[in-house]
């Protein structure tokens, strides 16, 4: 579903915000419900015609991002192009999120070991287009070569593994997801060991101009289009009999195994077609970097990628996008401006008892995986259906008390 | 062959097993009775070596203590307050982040599992250092019994023998940890508070039904698995020396595949699998190659919970496919 419409639907949906916001949510609704007539027609335009409005949602975004830069005061923290190869970076992440969201929203798998196949795809890369390897495969196919690279080795992974129970799965994937960086790491005649392959090529195409480091527009622009394809097509199977399969073996594997649902090729499905996305992320981002080494995958990136898909809420393809972007920017801009602002407002220390704060001197940098965790954990606790829920998951994650209210939503929907 | 490096190794890998198997019960005891992998767990092992250095610099510790019944006392201060601080550290972990979810669907408490050990090394990242840290030793690193094998010769096969150190420090980490989980055992086995564990292990609502308070008993699993950890935290200090905000994660993953190995919710199987996992490690490295044992260690998590996911001791199978 497109974007705009989703996030009215949410404001005139949700009742925890209403609750929570007393009579500012009330106004909110109102306002939902006034613009019903609007919204409601856009929702089931997107819901039909789903491939379209992504990819237009994705075009309008794609578009107005590089003039949302230039307005004040974000224009004060970067040359626009230091944010367009910034939005490049985090459309890494994104794919990385929307990935992953399968495996662990749609078919509720906990993949702990995700960034193996983010090395394994950039390091396919690394081997087709390098004077590393003596090879020099254009970018393009290795697009495809890398996705078919990974998925394989989530095929190789998930047919022993994928028989195992949840939280037995979830150790084999931490396992796996360390051994790869080592085996990276040690076969030094095929990876160069330590110090990574360099000087891979970059990608050219004659529209776009060039690809180099200092013009990330080129880089931008075909994130945007890897992750429209990408999404259209995950929508597309999220509503296919795979993608009912999915949430059937999520919601309770043993109902959906005696309903004639293959679980093993269903799960093995979600795990290579996660680990294909993957794959995708580590050609392109290998490409950008133009390095590849294997200190860039250890398991801080699996948690990381984890972290935004909870927060964006597992199971819904565009929230997690969003999320995944929302926390790539407050961690790479967010935290950085923390601390330009409290260095220039000159707040004089604060003193609790024996604990004195200053902000000034706090890099909030610093403390990006204290915020990770306490925002897991809260999610959790809080609204483990994320801050984008998708409306089945958040039926599924509430207890039995309000399952009755989530279940006329879901009759509503 | 030398007949003294490999009994030098192997002393070696029961040290190191000592401690695995510290942090490995903790594992498996939590696994037993809430079923949830706790992966904030290797994470309260490294607070805990924290914990040791913050107490020594604070008594202004500074190196070697020499007298005896001074090294004795301030051993005994150290693994008391470790454990007692790890262990209401994991009660409190186990309040706020896993018992609201005990109802909540599985992927829940792990992931909530995971943002704890974020936040728990993050704090001390930020408190102590990026980088790694020296713990005083409070016992001599280099003192120990030395012991000469036999030289002898089968053929023309040499086997000699170098002379192999017990260091003092390998000694009663190793008797400890022994010491640890013996106690650990009886209490376990033969206490009330033990049958409520177990009780609650093998079904929680009819352990409830029979009185059992099933809060306190989970609490009381987490304040001792924790408080394990923790004398595994102090273990490594004495041990290494050193210590880094990161250990927690390798070194709890390493623990885990050994109760894994051993047999998950198996008190005998995590310290057996321990003792494992310590000698493929040393001697994959003795043999030359240490750079992928790592990767050997979790390459045997995976085959076995592939083959024998009941590990080798391993009793029930849970109901639950």
């Avoid at chain 1, 609704?29 to 015609?49: C, D």
């Avoid at chain 1, 993957?278 to 050609?283: C, F, R």
């Avoid at chain 2, 990161?246 to 051993?262: E, N």
Wanted: with cysteine; proline share 4%.
């Amino acid at each position: 579903m497109n974007v705009l419409p989703r996030l009215l639907l949410v404001w005139r949906s949700d009742s925890y915000l209403r609750q929570a916001l007393g009579p500012v949510g009330a106004g909110f609704s109102t306002l939902g419900n006034r613009l019903a007539p609007v919204v409601v027609p856009m929702g089931k335009f997107s819901s039909r015609h789903q491939s379209t409005s992504v990819v237009v949602g994705m075009a309008i975004v794609t578009a107005l991002l590089p003039f949302i830069v230039l307005i004040w005061p974000i224009s004060g923290f970067g040359t626009q192009n230091d944010f367009i190869d910034g939005f490049a970076q985090a459309g890494v992440w994104v794919l990385l999120a929307v990935g992953l969201n399968v495996v662990v929203g749609l078919a509720g798998l906990l993949d702990l070991g995700y960034a193996a196949f983010f090395a394994i795809g950039a390091y396919t890369y690394a081997y087709g287009a390098s004077p590393f390897s003596h090879n020099a495969v254009p970018f393009w196919p290795m697009l495809l070569v890398g996705a078919a690279a990974a998925a394989t080795f989530g095929l190789l992974l998930g047919a022993p593994t994928l028989r195992l129970r949840g939280d037995y799965l979830a150790i084999v994937t931490l396992g796996f997801g360390e051994i790869v960086p080592v085996v990276f790491l040690n076969s030094d005649k095929y990876t160069n060991g330590t110090n990574g392959i360099t000087a891979l090529y970059q990608p050219s195409l004659p529209i776009c101009g060039d690809f180099g480091f200092g013009n990330p527009m080129p880089y931008y622009i075909a994130v945007a289009v890897i992750i429209a394809i990408a999404m259209a097509l995950l929508y597309r199977l999220q509503d296919s009999r795979l993608g009912r399969a999915w949430m059937a073996v999520r919601e309770d594997e043993l109902a959906a195994a005696s309903m004639g649902i293959n679980t093993v090729t269903t799960k093995l499905l979600a795990f290579a077609i996660g680990a294909s996305t993957s794959g995708l992320a580590g050609v392109y981002l290998s490409s950008k970097l133009a390095i590849v080494s294997p200190s860039q995958f250890g398991f801080t990136v699996s948690f990381t990628v984890l972290a935004m898909v909870v927060l964006g809420g597992m199971g819904n393809i565009w929230g997690v996008a969003a999320g995944a972007f929302v926390v790539y920017e407050i961690q790479s801009q967010g935290l950085k401006q923390l601390n330009n602002f409290f260095q220039g407002a000159g707040i004089p220390p604060i003193h609790l008892g024996f604990i004195n704060i200053d902000l000034t001197t706090i890099n909030f940098l610093d403390y990006q995986y204290l915020l990770y965790g306490l925002a897991l954990v809260g999610m959790m606790l809080l609204r483990p259906e994320g801050l984008f829920p998708s409306r089945r998951r958040r039926a599924e994650l509430h207890d039995v008390d309000d399952s009755a209210a989530a279940n006329q939503e879901l009759v509503e929907a | 062959m030398d007949a003294g490096i490999l009994t030098q190794q192997a002393f070696n890998a029961l040290t190191i097993g000592a401690m695995y198997a510290l942090i490995a019960l903790g594992y498996t005891m939590v696994y037993g009775i809430i079923e949830l992998i706790n992966f904030a767990h290797g994470d309260v092992f490294m607070v805990g070596s924290f914990v040791t250095l913050w107490l020594l610099s604070t008594l202004g510790v500074q190196g070697t203590i020499n007298d005896p019944p001074t090294l004795v006392a301030m051993l005994v201060v150290m693994f008391a307050f470790a454990m007692t601080v790890m262990g209401l550290v994991g009660v409190v972990i186990e309040r706020f982040a896993y018992r609201p979810l005990r109802n909540a669907p599985r992927l829940a408490p792990l992931i909530t599992a995971i943002g704890v050990s974020f936040i728990l090394q993050n704090i001390i990242q930020v408190t102590f250092s990026n980088s790694p840290v020296n713990v005083p030793r409070v016992i001599e690193a280099q003192a120990g019994a030395t012991l000469q094998l036999p030289q002898f010769a089968v053929g023309s096969f040499q086997v000699t023998a170098s002379p192999v150190t017990f260091s003092y420090t390998h000694i009663f980490i190793v008797v400890l940890a022994l010491a640890l989980m013996v106690a650990l055992q009886l209490f376990v086995g033969r206490t009330r508070l033990g049958r409520a564990m177990r009780s609650t292990a093998i079904d929680r609502e009819a352990a409830q039904l029979m009185g059992v308070d099933i809060n306190t008993t989970i609490a009381l699993t987490f304040f001792i698995g924790s408080a394990l950890a923790g004398a595994a935290g102090v273990a490594w200090a004495l041990n290494y020396g050193t210590t880094k905000f990161d250990i927690g994660f390798q070194t709890g993953l390493k623990s885990f595949t050994a109760a894994v190995l051993g047999g998950i919710g198996n008190t005998t199987g995590a310290a057996l699998g321990s003792f494992l996992i310590a000698f493929v490690e040393v001697f994959s490295s003795q043999l030359g190659y240490s750079r992928w044992s790592e990767a050997v260690v979790f390459a045997i998590l995976i085959i076995v919970l592939v083959f024998r996911p009941t590990g080798l001791l391993g009793q029930r199978l849970t109901e639950r496919g």
